[in-house]
């Protein structure tokens, strides 16, 4: 299996752009998570899926930031409009039934000038 | 509420030394424990978990053992190698449907030869 499939992997862009990054689950699996990792504030979860309904968006830091997952296989997480704070390593996760072991992703670095 | 606490890094070794990176949990339930590791460039890993007090989580020559009575969950290696250096992240969750793991903010680990 390929794993986590995360694009793209480094994101470097001017506040107030949009900005989305995009993740493709590991085939079968039901659940999906995006994480922020910052040097502050370490690893955050931003919001959790389970077979593609959101069931925690408490994470979202606020409605700057929105997910959706469309199906099985793939899910975004855009800001709009970004800003320099949001800077960090975005992960996205996923798993299959049990929730505590999940598969990462490679994380996208994004940089908001 | 829950939260992880490890050592501060960075820790700096070399090859063949004993290593410990302490962990301790406050927790309203009984959590699952894991570690996590994070090797350059690239997402987390289960490295290991223990789900009830007394239990040892073992993988590829680390060890961590469950610990209620002081709520902490160290991770060891009798002997390190270069290629375990990385950042190592403890974590938790809570039992039944909970989704949510919390993480410590790292311990950066370099083995040198």
């Known amino acids: 299996d390929a794993g986590v499939i995360q694009s793209p992997r480094h994101e470097v862009t001017e506040m107030g752009q949009e900005v989305t990054l995009r993740c493709k689950p590991i085939?079968?699996?039901?659940?999906l998570f995006w994480y922020r990792q910052t040097m502050m504030r370490g690893l955050e979860l931003l919001i959790y899926?389970?077979?593609?309904?959101?069931?925690?968006d408490s994470g979202m830091p606020e409605d700057r930031f929105s997910a959706k997952m469309p199906n099985a296989s793939f899910s975004t997480l855009k800001i709009q409009p970004s800003e320099p704070r949001d800077s960090a390593v975005y992960f996205c996760?996923?798993?299959?039934?049990?929730?505590?072991?999940?598969?990462f992703g490679p994380g996208t670095r994004l940089t908001v000038l | 509420g829950d939260s992880v606490t490890q050592m501060e890094g960075p820790v700096t070794l070399s090859e063949e030394a004993f290593l410990t990176i302490n962990c301790t949990y406050t927790?309203?339930?009984?959590?699952?424990l894991f570690w996590y590791v994070q090797y350059p460039g690239e997402g987390l890993q289960l490295l290991l978990k223990?789900?009830?007090?007394?239990d040892k989580g073992s993988n590829k020559g680390f060890e961590a053992t469950y610990r209620k009575e002081t709520t902490s969950f160290h991770l060891e290696k009798g002997s390190v190698q270069v290629s375990d250096s990385a950042v190592y992240f403890c974590?938790?969750?809570?039992?039944?449907?909970?989704?949510?793991?919390?993480f410590g903010k790292g311990t950066l680990l370099t083995v040198n030869p």
């Open positions: 085939s079968g699996h039901n659940s």
């Open positions: 899926f389970n077979n593609n309904v959101p069931i925690d």
């Open positions: 974590a938790l969750i809570l039992g039944g449907s909970n989704y949510k793991l919390t």
């Open positions: 927790a309203t339930g009984y959590p699952s």
């Open positions: 996760a996923s798993t299959a039934g049990t929730p505590d072991t999940q598969y």
């Open positions: 223990a789900t009830k007090a007394d």
